[in-house]
């Protein structure tokens, strides 16, 4: 019998705009009452099937409440309502929240705009809450990095006809990012090894790492060769029956390529290792990048292929791509490209420029994948670049000041006249953003709409505080729109 049934929890979601209905939509499956709390004036409770959640006054929140979702950009609300709680779990935009040190809060490692939050991290989060699981859910772990670097050097050594470099432990730990200034970064390696253990429970892997796996790390951090590959054969035998990835014979077809270099950004070994076996087995230049910042002149690279991390995507694929990088791009991740796609429009422009390296990681999909891949043409890389640079400048130069006049202004001052000219620019300059349909106040239409809707509100001297919030709503909803593509104050 399972423990969980019959047994009714509560949930509160600290979250201004559109998102806390979201999350109280997925949490009525499961939770017997959510409250979603967008300021300290305005909470509404939910129960299952409902669908507007029923305004209630904040002061009837309860004295316990079993677990409790808040965005980054709401802590100070958070604090405020100084809720009692069993769990407290923190999420933003683009799922990267910081470490509070001394505080008990767990943090969602998922995109939150729009919501990489399913039915099934909804039911492990529940049995969390009910203590009927250890683990944390999965969505509070960061993607795949180990496995699919260990899966793919494994494939690429059973494969390649040259054996000789791939004989040289230190070939593994530089794919693996293990190496500093030329020597075995051995920290380094044993936090991979813990990542491992730690990615294998994410996987839901029945015994993994296995003894296969980890006589073959033990293998790798001793210094001598690898002439005997029965322990890299084991691993793979291992690796094929909790993934399903089938090991390849050596006379795997190389399809044709016409990328020059091969590209990665260090600090991931899932993109650092596939890079490495691109660039061996294609016989192509790797590059490693150090940084983000490092100097790099994009225009002769337009014939490479970078190969990241899906969480490096917002952080380095915009600033590539507004440096003028137009090369293109592999994301490394668990999930299907489509899925990634839908959670990151940078990934959208240009077709045949971006596409995924997905579970089980096999060696002939890479390939595949790899030599189908194209550059961004010039006029999808101007057109991506627009709506990377535009958004920053507009939200701190115009909207930004727009909203602190607002608020110190009376009804029928000129700002309303400033407030027009704003969102007027704002459309031209992020038209995608401004289009997309987003919920504020029970209303469903476009961005632009509910900004058109506040400015009338505004006129009206009985609505003009309520106008205010509704343009301020709108603000949020844009600004996670826009995040998808680039980095914006959560």
């Not at 009714?8 to 600290?14: E, Y």
């Not at 009692?84 to 509070?100: D, W």
């Not at 190496?179 to 892997?205: M, N, V, Y």
């Not at 727009?402 to 007027?424: F, W």
């Amino acid at each position: 019998m399972n423990n969980t049934e019959g047994k009714t929890l509560i949930a509160c979601v600290i979250c201004e705009g559109n998102r806390g209905s979201e999350w109280a939509k997925l949490l009525t499956k499961r939770f017997s009452k959510i409250y979603v709390v967008a300021a300290s004036s305005d909470c509404r409770l939910f129960f299952p099937n409902s669908k507007q959640g029923k305004s209630i006054p904040c002061n009837q929140l309860p004295s316990l409440i079993d677990v409790v979702v808040f965005h980054t950009g709401n802590e100070n609300l958070w604090r405020k309502l100084k809720l009692k709680t069993q769990y407290t779990f923190e999420f933003n935009a683009v799922g990267s929240p910081g470490i509070r040190k001394g505080e008990e809060v767990h943090r969602i490692q998922r995109q939150t705009s729009p919501l990489d939050v399913y039915d099934d991290d909804v039911e492990e989060l529940f049995e969390y809450v009910a203590e009927n699981r250890s683990l944390l859910p999965k969505m509070c772990f960061p993607q795949p990095e180990v496995l699919p670097a260990i899966v793919s050097l494994c494939q690429e050594c059973l494969t390649i006809q040259n054996q000789a470099k791939t004989d040289d432990p230190l070939y593994w730990l530089e794919a693996l990012d293990c190496l500093q200034d030329g020597k075995p970064d051995w920290q380094q390696f044993t936090r991979l090894q813990q990542a491992l253990i730690q990615e294998s429970e994410l996987i839901g892997a029945s015994d993994m790492p296995s003894a296969a796996i980890s006589q073959l790390l033990e293998i790798l951090s001793r210094p001598k060769q690898l002439s005997d590959r029965s322990a890299i054969t084991a691993a793979s035998s291992d690796l094929a029956v909790e993934l399903g990835v089938s090991v390849e014979s050596a006379s795997v077809e190389l399809p044709p390529f016409e990328a020059k270099t091969i590209l990665a950004l260090k600090g991931s070994p899932a993109s650092i290792a596939v890079a490495t076996v691109l660039s061996s087995m294609l016989d192509v230049p790797r590059q490693i990048i150090d940084s983000v910042n490092q100097p790099i002149d994009w225009k002769p690279l337009r014939q490479t292929i970078l190969v990241i991390a899906e969480n490096q995507i917002v952080s380095t694929l915009a600033n590539f791509r507004s440096k003028g990088f137009s090369g293109a791009v592999l994301v490394v991740s668990g999930k299907p490209f489509d899925q990634i796609k839908r959670n990151y429009r940078v990934l959208r422009f240009g077709q045949g420029s971006h596409d995924a390296f997905e579970a089980p990681w096999s060696i002939s999909s890479l390939l595949m994948k790899a030599s189908q891949l194209v550059p961004l043409e010039p006029e999808n890389l101007r057109f991506l670049q627009n709506e990377i640079v535009a958004p920053k400048y507009l939200y701190e130069e115009k909207i930004a000041p727009c909203l602190q006049q607002l608020r110190a202004s009376k009804y029928g001052s000129q700002s309303l006249v400033k407030v027009e000219e704003v969102v007027e620019q704002v459309r031209a300059k992020t038209p995608v953003a401004c289009h997309a349909v987003v919920t504020i106040a029970d209303e469903q239409k476009q961005v632009q709409q509910h900004w058109q809707s506040a400015v009338v509100m505004m006129k009206n001297p009985l609505q003009y505080s309520q106008g205010i919030q509704r343009f301020e709503k709108a603000v949020d909803a844009w600004k996670e729109r826009v995040t998808l593509v680039t980095e914006l104050p959560v």
